[in-house]
C-alpha cells in the first residue's frame, strides 16, 4: 500500500459494515428486537448511509405502528424514493445471515461504541477549526469542555420506559433499606434536626440558601464544610466559590470555628500560647482536606462546570464531588467578561438552571447562597417567603431545597435566635429549627429549645406540608 493509500485509509471513520448488517438482519427477522431497539438507538449509529436508510424507514414504520419486514421496508422505501428494484434483494440476503437475534445486543453495542468514536473525532475536528480561527482562548476552551463532554451527557438522556423497571428500583432500593437505613442517607450537615428532615443533603439537589444581610448566610454554609471536615476516615470532595470574600477570610472563619479560637484574637494578633497551638494543628487539617476554594470575582456556571471537571480528572486520587457551595449567585455572571445583559432577570434564571444541571451532572448537593429582594424591607413583617427571593422567581423552581434564615425577633437583633425556615423541600417535609450564633467563633449551633418548632413527622402523613408544584 502506498502512502497515499495509507493516509486515506487511516481518515475511514471507525465503523463496522458487518455488525450494521447483523443489527438490521436481526430487526427484520425478530420482532421483539425491533421492538426494543428501534428507537433506542439512533440512526447515527449506522455508518454506511444504505443502512442508515434502511434503518430510518424501520423508525418510521415502527412510529406508526407498523409491523417491521421485509415487505413493509421495501416497499415504504420504494414509496419514499429512497429504494429500488434491488432493495427488496438486498433486504432478503439480509435475513439470511443469521439463524436468530439472539446476539442482537453485542452487535447493537459495536454499531454505539463506533458511533462514539466517530462523535470524538467529528467533536476534536470542530474544536481544532476554531482554535485555529479563535482570538480568544478562553471562549475556545470553553468549547472543547462542552462539545466533549456534551457527548457524555447525551448518552446519559433515556427515553420513555416502562414504568414497571421504576418500581423494580423501587423494591430493589427498599430491600436495600431495610438491611441498612443509612443506604440512602445524603451529606450529613451536623445540624441534626436539619438532616432528620431532609436526610441529609441528596445527590443532585440545589440548595439555595437566602437572608437579608449580615444573618449569616456564609457563617451557615461554611460550618457546614467544617462539620463534614471533622469527620474523620471518609474525607469528602468539597468546592468553594467566593465571588465577595478573600479566600484567606474564609480560612480565618473555618479555622476559628474548627480550633474554637475567638475571631478578634485573631484578627488583632493578641493570641495565647493554646490559641495559636490550636490554630496551627487546625491549619494542617485543613491544609489535608480535600476543600478547594475559588475567590475569583466573576465567575459563571461555565467556569465552575470547566474546573470541577478538570479537579476531577486532575489524578489527585479522586474522581468526584461531593459539595459544592456558591457565594452569592447574585454575584454570578453568565459572561466571561463579567458583562451583564439588559435582562438581569432573564440572567439569573439561566445561571440558576445551568447550577442544577451542574448538580445533577455531578451527582452532588449545591448550596447556592442568594440574597432576598428589598421588598422584605418595605413589610412590617420580616418572615421570609418564597417570593423574596431577589431577581427571579425561576431560582424557586429550580431549587429542590429553599432555607431561610432570619432573625426570631428583629428589635433584639445580634440578641436574638436564628430560624432556619425549610421553606421549599421538593421531596419532604417543612419546617423551622432555632439556631443559636456564636459570633466570635462564627458558629452556629442548634438550640435545646425547640419547643416552638417542634418537628413532629409521626403526627402527618408524609409530604403533607411539602412544597406543592
Known sequence: MSTNEKATAAKIFPHNFEAEQSVLCCLLIDGNAASQYI???PADAFYNKKHRIIYQTMQSLHDGSESVDVITVSDQMIKNGTGDDKTLEYLTDLTNLLPS???CNNYVKILRR???LR?????CNLIIENAYASTNEEETLRLAEKEIYGISNELQSTGLEPISKA????????NLLSKDKNAFRGLPTGFKSFDKITNGLQKGDLIILAARPSVGKTAFALNIVNNIIRKKGDPKTICIYSLEMPAVQLAQRMLCDLANVPMDEVNSGDLSDQSHEHLWELTKTLSNSRVFVNDASLVSPNDVAAQCRRLCGSGLGFNHIDLIVVDYLGLMSLHANGRQSDDRQLEIATMSRQMKGLAKEFKCPIILLCQMSRGIEQRKEKTPQLSDLRESGAIEQDADIVLFLSREDEAAKHDSPILLDISKHRNGELGQIRLNFDGKHMR?????????????PATQPQGTNAQQE
Open 114 to 116: 463506533d458511533m462514539i
Open 101 to 103: 437475534a439472539a446476539n
Open 167 to 174: 418500581a423494580t428500583d423501587l423494591i430493589e432500593r427498599l
Open 119 to 123: 462523535n470524538i473525532i467529528e467533536k
Open 39 to 41: 428507537g433506542k438507538l
Open 444 to 456: 452556629f449551633t442548634e438550640s435545646d429549645d425547640q419547643s416552638k418548632y417542634t418537628y413532629k
